[in-house]
């Protein structure tokens, strides 16, 4: 095992997920001694990308960018380190019998493409879109300050409440009102005032379901579509894109960013706990017994690793420990990755590569996404699983020899817990569930595939350390965002141990390669530090 | 009617958008696919091929090519030797800038130089008795830029000579079965090579590079992502960055080599080459006179970003090139220079912009304010001066 260069560091972040990278190097850049401790023998958590089998690049876990703060983009100078997401000039949604929408960079023609399933959808599209980006730049300052703590009476933190008041009040009354609708109600509602086209809808909705165990007619999958569309690419909302060299290309380029600050990285380096004196932590115990010293530790691990098993949750108030235990996490999807011998061919469309040059939805309607969820709901995996597949190789040539792709899909539902078996019995199953459908919608697919790999929810907990396999770290329950993410009074990063907080993406404002749980989380400890001179 | 270049049949059986336009009289693709963004991210991840057969291309030979080439050409011939090029210009004898261009040597006596605009009858007439021929081969010659990270490692396997070319040489290769020149050199500011092919090769040339790098993410790319990379690469272009002195119609309108950013071309200038406008240059340097000087420019992002936000607006990040002029101010709203080419640059995650500003205030991190127009009213958005070329990969010249 590696050993730190330092005895006693301003700053210890445990964990080297993207969150934890973001957070260790804003720690350097504002002056702080840190060290970002990781338990694996590479940064980047669920954001990796490794070479399985020799020319073939896989995200493993996690797979393309839209979330990620812009501020953090600049604020970290991540273009000096090799930031290139790179352009998906496509969308492809293959329906049945020989239907699909294909998408392109072209808006005028999407709607052409729309028009075809049918014509008064198409200017709902564009409708749909502008009432979407309306409400996702309302509540784009949500994402990019810290939450007001809705418990307390400090009055900076009453000052905060009645701002926020104050920008809600602001907003059009119809902007607010569909903020409303998508932060409480469904995906299929809200689409259905909209839409006809089942195909269309179908592909909508799968941004609703995406990580978390709700269909799209369930109450709150609507938060889940509204988030995904939060993101943004070069100024456009819901914009997605390919990291160079996979989402472990970019925590590569935020770990060389951090070190640039000064930030220290440790590897293989798994810490048992982290050391307190008098309700104040003093630093992280490693597995191996080294103990290292730290004025702050931020745990950039979910909310159960960081109140349950870092520390003891004796030392914690009951409700929050109560809280915590209670939290869903319910991990309910998986991966299964592929090195392909070519291209799939969709039947009257051929194996043309701008087909692949984006995602590739396997969604067809809302029934087939909600019949999916059907099952996970009594404990079960999809028979005809919702899948977003994802050909890196045709956009980035390095992550596949040439002629030859990788493939990443990310299927659901995949629940972590069950019924009457357990995922190391049916890991392979699913990977046949999974091959199936896409030879389904993609004849010949199988006779493509060079390289399998399957990875259920037990396996990204195993490996990434997100507990239940939740990749965001906590589902996206409005009970868990926002004021009470992880826990009512918790928002702020703060723990009730002093010099302990939290950065992950179990805090606000959530999951995916956002940053922002990082960022807002150094902006609160360097507030503190301030505040304690 | 328009003209074709030999490319044609490839580049129109490729052009998926049937938006065309016209480039010194050829039908050019502005952009093959409907993105042109994914054409400049090939440039800039993969490898693209551009036609840019429309250059002018002007064969100087004779024992005298040299003489005569140091005598009008702004930068010193005489240190190109065999198997290089330069970029290059040519001024007035007032010291303005007439055009640029990119000149092969190869051989003694014998050159190859790119323009944008015709110049044959003002060469010819600088000839005097010295022993030079000029002739314009640029219907003769079909040119393929292949540019991009992996243009090295596509050429390569079809050329092995490519291997070890260095930025700015050239050497002769056999590609596709076809006698060619290759030189590393381009107009994206990336690793990139150009081969100069007889016209009636052009599309075995095509074809051979097009299929090797078939498993290399290539795609031909149009004239807008070739707009993108420049400005990203600080390479001017004229009639949107500066014009020929020839066709000005006041010196407003000039610009020296000194403005434009060209200096480094003229360091070491030997005193004893009498090279058209080298007076007035020489005087410009030692009175200190530029009016102008050349400079890159990023827009401060966070109050771009607030600037929009407070207008209730999106910031918009668009990356095609807008090449009208934006004014430059500084702290009390005096006028201190002019953006020329402006664009959201996506590998840079900015807003850039080639601009000239008055001489004092030409050192990186000189902050001026850019005007804008938001909510049809003039706003100006800080900025700040940059070195150019704003993006600028090792792989370039490594």
Known sequence: ?533 | MYLTTPFHPRVEARNETGLWSHWSGYLVAEKYQLSEKFEYFAIRNAVGVFDSTPLYKYQFSGADAEKFLSGVLARDIRKCRIGQAHYTFWCDDRGFVIEDGVVLRQAADRFLLTSARPNLAYFSNLIGHDRVYIDEVTEQLATLAVQGPRSRQVLTALAPEVERLDYFHLTEAKLGGTEVTVSRTGYTGDLGYEIWAAADDAISVWDAVVEEGAGHGLLPFGQIALLMARIEAGLLLIDIDFESSRYAWNDEHRSTPLELGFGWMLRGLDPDRAFIGHRAIKREIDEETSRWRMVGLIVDWKAYDEMYQQAGLVPPKDHLPVTEEFMLYDRDYQRVGYATSFMYSPMLQRHIALARVRPDLAQVGQAVDLEVTVNHRYQRVAAHVARLPLFNPQRKTA
Request: hydrophobic fraction near 40%; aromatic fraction near 10%; proline fraction near 6%.
């Open chain 1, 1 to 533: 095992m590696a050993h730190p260069q330092k005895r006693r560091y301003d700053a210890i972040v445990v964990g080297g997920g993207h969150n934890g990278l973001v957070n260790g190097a804003y720690l350097a850049k504002a002056g702080l001694e840190t060290l970002i401790v990781e338990r694996r023998h590479l940064v980047g958590g669920a954001a990796i990308t490794e070479e399985l089998v020799p020319g073939f690049w896989f995200t493993t876990f996690s797979y393309a960018l839209s979330l990620l703060r812009p501020d953090i983009i600049h604020e970290l100078e991540l273009t000096k380190h090799g930031f290139m997401p790179l352009l998906m000039s496509s969308t492809f949604a293959p329906g049945r019998d020989g239907e699909y929408l294909l998408f392109g960079q072209d808006h005028q023609r999407n709607l052409k493409e729309v028009s075809r399933h049918s014509p008064r959808d198409a200017d709902a599209y564009d409708q749909y879109e502008h009432d979407i980006s309306r409400v996702c730049q309302a509540l784009k300052p949500l994402l990019d300050n810290v939450p007001p703590n809705l418990f307390s009476k400090d009055p900076e933190e009453l000052v905060a409440m009645s701002a926020l008041a104050q920008h809600m009040r602001d907003l059009e009354p119809r902007v607010l009102h569909n903020a409303v609708r998508l932060l409480t109600g469904s995906a299929a509602d809200f689409l259905d005032d909209y839409f006809e086209s089942d195909l269309l809808k179908g592909y909508l909705a799968s941004s609703s379901i995406i990580g978390t165990k709700v269909g799209p007619r369930s109450q709150g999958s609507g938060l889940v579509l509204l988030y995904h569309n939060l993101g943004e690419h070069d100024g456009v909302f819901g914009a997605w894109a390919f990291h160079k060299g996979g989402n472990g290309g970019f925590t590569q380029v935020l770990a060389r960013a951090a070190q640039a600050f000064g930030a220290e990285i440790l590897l293989e380096a798994p810490v048992s706990a982290v050391t307190t004196s008098n309700g104040r932590a003093t630093g992280v115990a490693l597995e191996d017994g080294t103990e290292i010293a730290g004025d702050v530790v931020v745990s950039a691990l979910d909310p159960r690793r960081t109140f349950l098993e870092l520390v003891n949750p004796r030392q914690l108030p009951a409700d929050l420990v109560e809280n915590i235990e209670r939290f869903r996490f319910q991990g309910t999807s998986a991966k299964v990755n592929f090195a392909l011998d070519g291209l799939p061919t969709f039947p009257g469309l051929g194996a043309g590569p701008d087909l692949y040059r984006g995602f590739t939805n396997i969604g067809p309607s809302m029934d087939y996404l909600e019949k999916a969820y059907d099952e996970a709901k009594y404990g079960w995996y999809s028979s005809a699983p919702y899948i977003d597949g994802a050909i890196q190789s045709t956009i980035d040539p390095d992550m596949a020899p040439p002629g030859k792709h990788v493939m990443s899909c990310f299927v659901q539902y995949a629940p972590y817990h069950l019924k009457g078996s357990d995922w190391d019995r049916e890991r392979d199953n699913l990977g046949d569930v999974v091959q199936r459908t896409l030879e389904s919608f993609f004849p010949g697919f199988s006779s493509l595939i060079l390289h399998r790999e399957v990875v259920t929810p037990l396996d990204i907990e195993r490996v990434v350390g997100l507990t239940e396999g939740n990749i965001f770290a906590g589902e996206f329950l409005a009970p868990q965002m926002f004021f009470f993410r992880p826990a009512p009074g918790w928002n702020q990063y703060r723990t009730p141990i002093d010099g302990y907080y939290q950065c992950g993406s179990g805090t606000h404002p959530g999951g995916c390669v956002m940053g922002a749980p990082g960022k807002l989380a150094s902006q609160q400890i360097l507030k503190d530090r301030q505040q304690a001179r």
